[in-house]
């Protein structure tokens, strides 16, 4: 008989829904009309969870399931899950660990670029037919150069070390912020965000930091200054969104590049309405390659649990 799999988030590659629905019978609980029913008569059956970082899953559902062995979470983000009970329960939690390092870099790396040089406004500068009605080079306004620059890395774990590596090639000069100067890291360690903002002509977010809230707030951006670009490939919630509005509708900083907010999918007007800022609707894995990858780590942390063992990419055990 399968293992019955309760799905709270949709997986957009086939073949690994097909493997999941060869090895198991899955449920895709958000498309349950009266999910609170369902659970009541078939809660108790279910082996496995596969939830995204974004939806976890709560205490109250993970204890309607009390025959649960694994809880994958297909993405990095824990933080909506309740570790402490899974722990409590000797219940492995699984993430994608490094299989988003190489596209989140990629992501920030083309957020900064695209902030730098304007290139969403000028491409709808171009789209618009405003080139045409508009040919003086001065209809739209210089851009800033991205090599060469003093860039700051708040987070220097899988994703930062990987950005580090992008932007090196392109002549930058790296310094990082985290919890503690790092010995494999050739690049200058600042232990004070504000310090490494004044010190940096763009900061880039990409610490887990799954505690942590509004750290880039108006001091930190004061300091970042009127020429300085912020990129967000991290948490929304770092950003004090306000803050950051604020200091772009001002003029006291650049520019910035996000691909994650504090609630989405909603994202403040005056953000949507700058174009100052690149917008992406939290997509930094968001490639064929990638969610296969990390298909194909939920499969194989499933795997494992069920036969008794302990996943490889447990969180909690």
């Not at 997986?11 to 349950?32: C, G, K, S």
């Not at 930091?209 to 951006?221: N, T």
Request: charged share 20%; with cysteine; hydrophobic share 50%.
């Amino acid at each position: 008989m399968k293992a019955h799999i309760l799905q709270l988030n949709p997986i957009l590659i086939p073949a690994i829904n097909e493997q999941l629905a060869t090895l198991y019978t899955v449920h895709r609980f958000y498309e349950l009309a009266d999910q609170k029913a369902w659970l009541a008569e078939h809660g108790a059956s279910i082996s496995a969870v596969i939830t995204g970082g974004h939806t976890g899953i709560s205490q109250s559902l993970l204890e309607q399931l009390p025959g649960l062995k694994v809880v994958a979470v297909n993405g990095v983000g824990t933080d909506a899950v309740d570790l402490a009970y899974c722990r409590s329960r000797g219940l492995p939690v699984t993430a994608t660990l490094g299989a988003l390092t190489e596209d989140v870099a990629d992501l920030a790396m083309g957020l900064l670029i695209a902030a730098c040089r304007n290139l969403c406004a000028g491409d709808r500068f171009v789209r618009e037919g405003q080139w045409e009605l508009h040919p003086q080079p001065s209809a739209i306004p210089l851009a800033r150069r991205f090599s060469g620059m003093r860039l700051g890395i708040v987070g220097m774990g899988r994703v930062g070390r990987a950005v580090a590596q992008r932007a090196a090639a392109f002549d930058c000069r790296i310094r990082y912020t985290d919890l503690r100067s790092m010995d494999d890291v050739a690049h200058a360690f600042v232990p004070d965000l504000i310090d490494l903002a004044r010190a940096s002509d763009a900061l880039v977010l990409c610490a887990a930091a799954d505690k942590a809230e509004g750290i880039v707030d108006a001091a930190v951006l004061d300091a970042l200054g009127p020429r300085g670009f912020l990129v967000n490939v991290a948490r929304g919630r770092l950003v004090n969104e306000a803050d950051l509005t604020a200091a772009l509708v001002a003029g006291r900083i650049a520019g910035a590049g996000l691909d994650v907010f504090v609630d989405e999918p909603r994202v403040p007007l005056a953000l949507r309405q700058s174009d100052a800022v690149t917008l992406q609707a939290h997509r930094a894995s968001a490639t064929w390659e990638t969610r296969t990858a990390m298909g194909e780590m939920v499969l194989a942390g499933i795997a494992q649990a069920l036969a008794g063992q302990r996943p490889s990419m447990s969180l909690t055990t």
